[in-house]
């Protein structure tokens, strides 16, 4: 059975359920999924394929996630890797809300080597109760949305998505397999 790592950096908590949520649906698949934040990810060798996510605060992915990508390229260029960024809130297209951007500028040199099939934005979430001073008065000031805007259903679609390449790589359909 396939083995896949879903990887992935939070500070508060919404990317971890991300995650979590990921590794629930390719279990419901049939395949095998770890769901590990990337600081307890020492090897990858049990994996197959990865799918690696961070929150993004101010532009940029959590340093954890960051290192994690560098210190991996290129055992993530050897497997078939997807990758997504959780921030924005508010109502409408996550992409949309932050304007097409995807991935940090700083690492799309590394994705362009290691070329994940996909990089996916989602909504986030936003909890005053989680949040300390500096960042309630940043998020005042940028006056992004309060509240959890989380898109589940688009979540799903996209990890069923991952689910169906990875089967297909385990068993292709007849005729469509390596001669
Ligand atoms: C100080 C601060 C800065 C943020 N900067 C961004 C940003 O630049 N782009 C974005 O899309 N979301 C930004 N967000 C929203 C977070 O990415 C969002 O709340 C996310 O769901 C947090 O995930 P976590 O709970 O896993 O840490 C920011 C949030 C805070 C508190």
Known sequence: MESVLVAYASKHGATAEIAERIGQVLRQAGLRADVLPTDRVSDLTPYQAVVLGSAVYIGQWQKRAAR????????????????????????????????????????????????????????????????????????????????????????????????????KMVSPAPGTGPQ
């Not at 050897?78 to 995807?102: I, K, N, Y």
């Not at 001073?133 to 991952?162: C, H, Q, S, Y």
């Open 68 to 167: 994690f990508l560098r210190e991996n390229e290129k055992a993530l260029a050897e497997r078939p890797l997807w990758l997504f960024s959780s921030g924005p809130t508010g109502e409408g297209d996550a992409a949309a809300l932050v304007q097409g951007w995807r991935f940090p500028k700083a690492l799309q040199p590394i994705a362009d080597r290691i070329r994940p099939r996909d990089i996916a934005v989602f909504h986030g979430a936003l909890d005053a109760a989680k949040m300390n001073w500096f960042e309630k008065w940043m998020i005042k000031n940028v006056k992004a949305p309060l509240g959890d805007f989380r898109d589940w259903d688009a979540i799903t679609t996209w990890a069923t998505a991952i689910a169906d390449v990875l089967r």
